[in-house]
């Protein structure tokens, strides 16, 4: 399997389970609580439409990696930026940045990676 439908299966199941580690029951934002939810469902949904061959596939793929990475982008950011020494985890501001950045770097791979897949494919004739 490709790395990006690999990373997909893996991201659509971590994100939602990390999250739920990070935050607990701390529902203060919601909307940060259940992104990762909603990204993790997508990526699913893509992941499995690729790997059963629907047409639509690799489309929906590039569509789950762009919300990640749309979502990751203020996430990891903000998170750069913040002058908290703690996350709310609990943890090092720098440990909950440092894991940002992996995720965000496998999304933005994801990305193009699944870009280049979508394009091959319509290519073909």
């Given amino acids: 399997m490709r ?3 690999v990373a997909a299966y893996l991201m659509g199941v971590a994100l939602p ?3 739920v580690m990070r935050r607990r029951t701390n ?3 919601v909307a ?3 992104d990762d939810f909603i990204a993790g469902g997508l990526l699913l949904y893509a992941a499995r ?3 059963r061959g629907n047409p ?3 489309v929906l793929l590039v569509v789950a990696w762009a919300v990640l990475c749309g979502g990751l982008y203020s996430s990891f950011f903000g998170q750069l930026e913040s002058s908290s020494s703690r996350d ?3 943890l ?3 440990t909950v940045t440092f894991i940002k950045g992996i995720l965000y770097a496998v999304a933005l791979a994801g990305l193009l990676l699944s870009t280049r897949a979508a394009i091959r494919q319509e290519s073909r004739p």
């Fill in 92 to 94: 090092p501001n720098a």
């Fill in 32 to 34: 940060g609580y259940v």
């Fill in 56 to 58: 639509s596939g690799p």
């Fill in 88 to 90: 709310v985890s609990g």
């Fill in 3 to 5: 790395f990006e439908l």
């Fill in 49 to 51: 439409s690729t790997s």
């Fill in 17 to 19: 389970l990390l999250e």
């Fill in 27 to 29: 529902f203060d934002t």
